[in-house]
């Protein structure tokens, strides 16, 4: 969770954790369980494609994921587009979730490449311009190229989405210096989205300044899944303090942490 007053702002959401996670590729919906109560995340996607939202009975990953605590949902859902590959399939996926009664809080992802899962970005700013004029607060997920995340900005999206490596690789973040400029450009949250591996990674990417990480294969795909939520959890406070304190800068050579001068004889 977030230190006291730091919360991320995302449209009208306010959340403390600053950690966002999927549902795909557990073992079953205890283990998803599990996992979802180590990582802390108060914000779960769920591609509407993989996830029969009909079926509510106990045990059922719907019934887990419309928890309510104290009367009040216990997660924020954050459906996805996951598995379009055209603006109009895209569009009505985020119509249909509306539909549903989750939230207007969508994660948008238009496909253009089948084997690397590259977003097709020139159809992703045409469709969030649809969404957007609809009323839908989105989250779009894009390749790291500045212009991109700047246009979609511009275009009203709640906050940026740029991968850090292709989907699933675990290759963590490839780009930083993209990473850098995005975030001095675009003027709203920036969620590292796909290709983190480890703890590190982000870690990484909460020290660069982004305003939180989203990830599913890394903490499900992991030998313990429950184990690496804890520790993708952690990552993400740490790195985050790190940002907010301020590391020191980098020197090429040592500089005493005790001063050298009015040494006792």
Request: charged fraction near 25%; hydrophobic fraction near 45%; include cysteine.
């Amino acid at each position: 969770m977030s230190s006291d007053g730091d919360l991320l702002r995302i449209g009208s959401f306010e959340f403390r954790s600053r950690l966002f996670v999927g549902t795909g590729k557990y073992r079953d919906t205890d283990e998803t369980r599990r996992a979802l109560d180590a990582s802390g995340a108060e914000v779960v996607t769920v591609a509407l494609r993989r996830v029969n939202t009909s079926e509510r009975g106990e045990g059922s990953m719907m019934s887990l994921l419309t928890e309510k605590v104290g009367g009040r949902p216990r997660f924020v859902l954050l459906p996805n587009t996951a598995g379009c590959y055209t603006v109009d399939d895209a569009v009505r996926t985020c119509r249909l979730a509306r539909e549903l009664g989750m939230s207007d809080l969508v994660k948008l992802e238009v496909i253009g490449d089948e084997q690397t899962l590259f977003p097709d970005n020139a159809k992703t700013l045409e469709a969030a311009k649809i969404l957007i004029a609809e009323g839908f607060t989105v989250l779009p997920y894009c390749t790291d190229d500045p212009i991109v995340c700047k246009q979609l900005a511009e275009l009203g999206c709640a906050a940026v989405m740029p991968l850090a490596a292709p989907i699933g690789s675990g290759l963590g973040i490839r780009n930083p210096y993209n990473l850098r400029i995005i975030l001095e450009q675009a003027k709203v949250p920036v969620i590292v989205d796909a290709g983190v591996g480890t703890a590190s990674d982000a870690s990484i990417a909460m020290e660069l300044g982004c305003d939180g990480v989203l990830m599913n294969t890394a903490i499900a795909g992991a030998k313990e899944p429950v184990r690496m939520a804890l520790a993708m959890r952690l990552a993400v406070e740490a790195g985050r303090h790190a940002y907010l304190a301020g590391r020191i800068p980098k020197r090429l050579y040592a500089n005493a942490s005790s001063p050298l001068g009015g040494l006792i004889d």
